[in-house]
């Protein structure tokens, strides 16, 4: 798995996500309706700004009453101890009742933290919400907040998962703020912050036309055959 500089990383997130989506385009590595979650997966803190991290994924059930632990939460920090920084950790709820699962809270986030994550995603609930934005750039990704953790139990680690309409393999770069997450592609990683340089200029182009005086389609028409 080809991982980014600390300039690379650095010059990423400091872009939005709508950004980092439109550059990813250009370079048609993959169709245009994949490669980002749907509308219930939710950013819990959207003043933190640009989420960036490399995937460290597991499955986990909250709501099954005395189900075994697998790999077990020592097993997922080892596998995020041992990834590439910034991580993300990815949590996918195949237990039977996801609307009242629950992955993580203040003392799940605080250690995750110290092991270089800066975030997690999970289909189902998380919580300690308060806690959890003090600790400061630690992101929340999820459909929503649950009060208590169940009967919580880590699964497999390292293995494909499937959040919200986004497939994510261990190692997939994660990019996400208040508008959504997407991933970002391998092969043009490297590549995106320049190429969001170059859909800022055109955008900018675009909006100085339509906001100067005497805006018309016609204009429009014109700009459109020369972009």
């Not at 597991?58 to 910034?86: F, I, K, M, Q, Y």
């Not at 459909?143 to 997939?172: K, M, T, W, Y």
């Not at 190429?195 to 100067?212: F, H, N, Q």
Request: glycine residues 10%; aromatic residues 6%; proline residues 7%.
């Amino acid at each position: 798995m080809p991982t980014l500089t600390p300039e690379q990383l650095a010059a990423l997130a400091a872009i939005d996500s709508p950004t980092v989506a439109n550059a990813i385009e250009r370079f048609k590595v993959r169709r245009r309706v994949d490669g980002y979650a749907d509308r219930d997966l939710r950013c819990a803190f959207p003043d933190y700004g640009s989420m960036l991290g490399y995937a460290v994924t597991c499955t986990a059930d909250s709501t099954t009453e005395g189900r075994p632990d697998g790999a077990g939460l020592v097993g997922l920090w080892a596998a995020l101890e041992a990834a590439p920084t910034p991580a993300v950790l990815v949590i996918k709820d195949v237990g039977p009742d996801p609307r009242k699962g629950c992955h993580m809270g203040e003392i799940m986030a605080t250690t995750a933290k110290a092991l270089g994550a800066v975030g997690c995603v999970s289909d189902a609930g998380l919580r300690d919400v308060k806690e959890v934005a003090a600790l400061g750039g630690f992101q929340y990704f999820c459909p929503g907040f649950v009060v208590s953790h169940g009967q919580p139990v880590i699964l497999d680690v390292n293995v494909p998962v499937e959040i919200h309409g986004l497939p994510i393999a261990p190692g997939d770069l994660l990019h996400g703020d208040v508008n959504g997450l997407l991933v970002v592609p391998d092969a043009v990683a490297a590549d995106v912050a320049a190429a969001c340089d170059e859909v800022r200029a055109d955008e900018r182009a675009l909006l100085d036309l339509i906001t100067a005086p005497g805006f018309s389609v016609e204009k429009l028409r014109q700009w459109k055959l020369t972009h």
